[in-house]
């Protein structure tokens, strides 16, 4: 159906039945358009707990949208870092998507637009999961706007009403950690002797290649590789870090 | 600049050096459309080991556009398996995926349709991770693609140069694997005694939640969840795998 006249329907769309205006209010408010399809909406608030009442033997439930919302997701936000941060490197850029699409900040913004009241679950899968959902049903009603909606507009519901309304970018890059220096202080805390050394340099016309070791009370650890020495270290850093189970 | 002033304009873009044109030529080969802005995919097809020239002392390599082009490739095979099967759930979507998405696939894919005579790269990055780059600049790219023509076009790019062209889906639905079945088979080459339990169900009103565990030689393995008792047995298995890294 072509676009214009999916518009045109939707202005007329308004469900009749009290409870369906409600919700039709409600996704409208959320996602800031007026949805086309709203069995797409009730499918993306239904967790599975809450899907063994299908009639037609299909387990019915935002699995499969919370699937597709994901990856739309991961794509809008790398798409949208890069173009705000022309001259930073992929390193960096993927840091921050992190920060952005990670199941604890989806919580967040999932209960702060209101989808926690619409979400279909039962009691019992809160002990199993209790955090998830919100985040997963916030991923599936990104997937129904893709399909409702088509590309561009969910791109406009993720920048402007996920992205823009609830991240301060200029906040999460304060945040963003430094490998090399993590470990130098957890190195003082702990009083552990800390070293980095550099292994190897293949050069051959202009370009180097760096392999950085770690080595913690004359211990080695972790090696770390790189076009750079900084970048190197670094990457040792990271591995060690986590080899070592250090947060 | 609108998108048919672009397509009038790259009829009389091609390039009147040789060199360009040779390139300019194998990129329209290679992506199906004419490319309009020539430089991104000079920028895709360069090696952070080859980056080092650059004028302005600006790293100019392939890493952000390969970073981009990673996330849009995820979103667009997630949205062809999605609905290329209307009737399968998640895991099975994300498993596929991945069996498309991966370096090794990636790196296929990249040398049959000739991205590899494009590729600048260092010789000495060959020993490093000699295998990614191939995979790296695919993906790069796909997120050059996406700036220069856009998403439509880019998906197209996609589905039909990339995944109808090398992917048989009926034969990766076949390699798919079954985590319970692997289980058994292992036990059975490597004479262990297994056994599956369902320690709880978790039953309110017709929802049940199942637990499963995993008993090798009568030592309790990793538990797994689930609303069915074949769910949470698949969980127990797949994470019992992992836990013990038969693979």
């Excluded at 992190?98 to 619409?118: H, Q, Y």
């Excluded at 985040?135 to 909606?149: F, N, Q, R």
């Excluded at 040792?236 to 080899?243: G, I, M, V």
């Amino acid at each position: 159906m072509p676009y214009f006249l999916k518009i045109f329907i939707s202005l007329f769309n308004v469900p009749t039945k009290k409870e369906d205006r409600d919700f039709y209010k409600a996704i409208k408010v959320i996602t800031g358009r007026r949805p086309f399809n709203l069995s797409l909406y009730r499918l993306a608030m239904k967790h599975s707990s809450a899907a063994y009442t299908s009639t037609r033997g299909l387990k019915e439930s935002n699995e499969r949208l919370e699937y597709l919302g994901d990856s739309i997701l991961g794509m809008i936000v790398a798409e949208f870092l890069f173009t705000r941060f022309p001259f930073k490197e992929e390193g960096f850029l993927t840091e921050i998507r992190s920060k952005i699409v990670n199941r604890e900040s989806l919580n967040e913004v999932s209960k702060k637009i209101g989808i926690n009241d619409l979400i279909q679950f039962h009691q019992a899968s809160k002990s199993l999961s209790p955090k998830s959902i919100y985040g997963d049903s916030l991923e599936a009603l990104i997937g129904a706007v893709y399909l409702d909606k088509g590309f561009a507009p969910c791109r406009q519901f993720i920048v402007k009403k996920i992205i823009n309304a609830h991240f301060d970018v200029e906040d999460l890059i304060h945040t963003i950690t430094n490998h090399k220096s993590r470990i130098i202080e957890w190195a003082q805390k702990e009083n552990r002797e800390l070293a980095f050394e550099i292994l190897e340099i293949n050069q051959e016309n202009k370009n180097k290649q760096f392999v950085a070791q770690i080595f913690i009370d004359g211990a080695g650890q972790e090696k770390g590789y790189g076009f750079s020495k900084k970048k190197a270290e670094q990457d040792a850093a990271r591995t060690t870090l986590e080899k070592l189970g250090i947060s």
